[in-house]
């Protein structure tokens, strides 16, 4: 966290800067901010490799854009309307990318603290790297559905304000989201244990 | 083909009916769902998604906190010395001499450490203090419990403040008992062990050097955070930490069996009557170990242990020189007679009728072993509003805290700051957690509000520029409800002055 205030006060400059480049303040504290956007990106994207880069993407999306927003909502809803556009645009282009490249093997992360059992981190991280190829696989509207409304469990409503849709649009999409990944998970090892 | 069961129902039905919403019939379809293998697969993926999502931001929060620590770490410099090492040698040398003339009349210095408790020894050459203080370790822990903190009726029944608890004792109906590992000096700051009455509890001292005190919990629950290497007993499961590890969990021990619920980090549960292999819990996830010997996990989680490795993991451990034939509708039977709706209930109508013990015991078995985590947490807020009633303000507050970090309600969330919030006298004391609810993601629906209660709490504080700051931001929101708005109008005129 320290890190990206750090990148972004690199990239955006200071308080003086940001006042000479005409650029307005957010209204809340740059920690503040950076916490809370990178909390958004990351119930979006999950804590992925990639989730430092997209909220970087978003900040600066954010600050630059501060001028236009109008105050019509909140400012959270407002930062997590762009976290979830930089979220869907990453997900269609990574699509396009994967077809063509392939970053190889994840790194290695270390070891969160509180788990030293070795097959359960390793269950852990098979699962978890399972749902996120199902997710994958989903079209990026329906990922952004299916993952606020079933995973981050936030009310249908909620879900239609930060997309900008209609709330049937969104039940629409989780609708077809949830028979697909419930499709896919259901045929994974790692998810087809003995039902409850 | 549209994948649906011979009810009609698809995953989209399930993942409604798991919400409790959509026009889906919940009774009709939780009777429907005991008997539907395809609408059981439904849901146990659906569940197992959201527990995988969960986990890895929890790991994900866990990997930040360490971060964190290993910054302050490396923060630290380690001191150089600014003198020349030919003023080394000269102070060395002296340091000698006095040691030398003067060692002899200091015999305990040399004295060998005897017993579990490390002595303290002066040291002759000064070393740098660490940058982040060490938790005392299970080594340093002498054999004995302390209580941290009573109430009245732990008072009148002998277990006060700072007194140590050798014999076993009773913890009084309505009676919250804090107890905790001593160690030299002091108790393990890092570590607690909160029993609630009606309760009995006897330490296990421990016959030989070294090895850890462990409390055995005959009756009542209780909630441990532990840092280092533990062991809690009840009479049918034995729990366990290992050492440099921190774990919390919460248990309910009954006459027939013990329910265990981890909360945090990791657990190890053995069953007391048989020689059973032990299972590991992490966090989020419980058991039910009954008298048999037989370890029942909750159906909410997969087990951690190697058992989970399997495709097909088994709901039930039992371990294999069984005397009597166990089938799991046995098992079944044990199961909670008392649904999470009904005991809801249960606790509304005991707070409606005034009677609050009733509701408190009530709402604390519904928070220790409800299976639904939606009513689980409404449970806990009920107990932290009436321990907050009755005066226990330390214990509403650690209750308070860790729900409003945790629940995904973001209604229950603002609740629990509210109250939270209330708990402290000091209006910057209150402004921090208003703070801290803010600064916590995702959004809240609550977040005008909050701002606005935070900025009542810095105008009380003082901190006029703060409130202003805060009524600054709130004028920019539109639409802003009316309960804010004419919050505002009052703030801005404090201000203003």
Request: aromatic residues 4%.
């Amino acid at each position: 966290m320290g890190r990206l205030v750090d990148l972004a006060i690199t990239m955006l400059g200071d308080d003086a800067e940001r006042g000479e480049a005409g650029l307005c303040e957010p209204p809340m504290a740059w920690p503040d901010l950076v916490s809370l956007v990178r909390a958004q990106m990351r119930s979006l994207v999950g804590p992925t490799p990639e989730l430092e880069d997209l909220t970087q993407s978003a900040l600066e999306r954010i600050v630059r854009a501060i001028d236009r927003f109008e105050g019509r909502a909140a400012f959270s809803t407002y930062t997590y309307r762009v976290c979830a556009r930089q979220a869907m645009n990453h997900w269609r282009w990574s699509s396009r990318w994967r077809r063509w490249f392939s970053l190889g093997e994840a790194p290695e992360e270390s070891e969160a603290p509180g788990h030293t059992n070795p097959a359960a981190i390793t269950l852990e991280r098979e699962r978890a790297a399972s749902l996120h190829r199902a997710l994958a696989r989903l079209s990026a509207p329906k990922r952004a559905a299916i993952v606020l409304c079933d995973l981050e469990e936030l009310p249908t409503a909620r879900v239609a304000e930060i997309l900008e849709c209609p709330e049937p649009t969104v039940r629409s999409r989780l609708r077809h989201a949830r028979l697909e990944l419930t499709s896919l998970l259901t045929k994974d090892p790692c998810f087809r244990g003995e039902a409850p | 083909m549209k994948p649906t069961c011979d009810r009609g129902f698809d995953a989209n039905d399930v993942a409604e009916a798991l919400r409790e919403e959509g026009n889906v019939d919940i009774p009709d379809f939780s009777q429907h769902l005991e008997t539907c293998l395809m609408c059981q697969q439904n849901a146990h993926a659906i569940r197992s998604a959201r527990d995988t999502w969960r986990s890895a931001a929890l790991m994900d929060d866990a990997r930040a906190r360490n971060a964190s620590e290993r910054r302050l770490v490396r923060a630290w410099r380690t001191p150089r010395p600014a003198f020349g090492w030919r003023s080394a040698l000269v102070g060395a040398a002296i340091a000698s001499v006095i040691m030398l003339r003067f060692g002899p009349r200091w015999p305990e210095v040399h004295a060998p450490t005897t017993g579990p408790v490390a002595s303290v020894t002066p040291s002759a050459t000064v070393t740098a203090p660490p940058a982040v203080a060490p938790a005392p370790t299970a080594s340093a822990r002498a054999p004995a419990f302390l209580v941290v903190r009573d109430c009245a009726a732990c008072s009148r029944a002998g277990m006060a403040a700072n007194s140590t608890l050798d014999a076993p004792a009773e913890v009084p109906r309505g009676a919250s008992l804090m107890l905790s590992w001593a160690v030299p000096g002091e108790s393990e700051p890092a570590s607690s062990l909160e029993v609630t009455g009606p309760a009995r509890i006897a330490p296990r001292i421990p016959r030989e050097a070294g090895e850890n005190p462990g409390l055995q919990v005959d009756r009542g629950s209780a909630e441990v955070h532990t840092y280092g290497e533990s062991e809690i007993l009840s009479p049918h499961a034995t729990m366990h930490t290992l050492p440099k590890i921190s774990s919390a969990w919460h248990f309910e021990v009954t006459p027939t069996r013990t329910n265990i619920v981890v909360d945090s980090g990791w657990l190890s549960v053995s069953a007391v009557e048989r020689k059973a292999p032990s299972i590991h819990l992490l966090a989020g996830q419980s058991a039910e170990v009954h008298a048999g010997g037989e370890i029942v996990l909750s159906p909410r989680s997969a087990p951690s242990s190697s058992e989970s490795a399997h495709p097909s993991p088994p709901k039930t451990v039992t371990p294999p020189p069984a005397p009597s034939p166990s089938a799991s509708t046995a098992s079944a039977a044990t199961v909670e007679e008392d649904t999470d709706v009904s005991l809801w209930q249960s606790v509304q109508t005991a707070l409606h009728s005034g009677d609050r013990a009733v509701a408190e015991t009530k709402a604390r078995s519904l928070m220790l072993s409800g299976r639904s985590a939606n009513y689980r947490e409404k449970a806990t807020f009920v107990v932290g509003e009436l321990e907050l009633s009755r005066g226990d303000v330390a214990a509403a507050q650690g209750r308070l805290t860790s729900l409003a970090s945790t629940t995904r309600d973001p209604a229950l969330a603002a609740d629990a700051t509210f109250l939270l919030a209330r708990s402290y006298k000091d209006p910057l004391e209150r402004a921090r957690v208003w703070g801290r609810f803010l600064a916590s993601g995702p959004s809240s629906p609550y977040r005008e509000q909050a701002m606005l209660e935070r900025g009542r709490a810095l105008a009380d504080a003082g901190d006029i520029d703060g409130a202003r700051q805060i009524v600054v931001a709130l004028k920019q929101v539109n639409p802003l409800p009316a309960i804010v708005a004419r919050g505002l109008v009052a703030l801005e005129a404090r201000t203003a002055r």
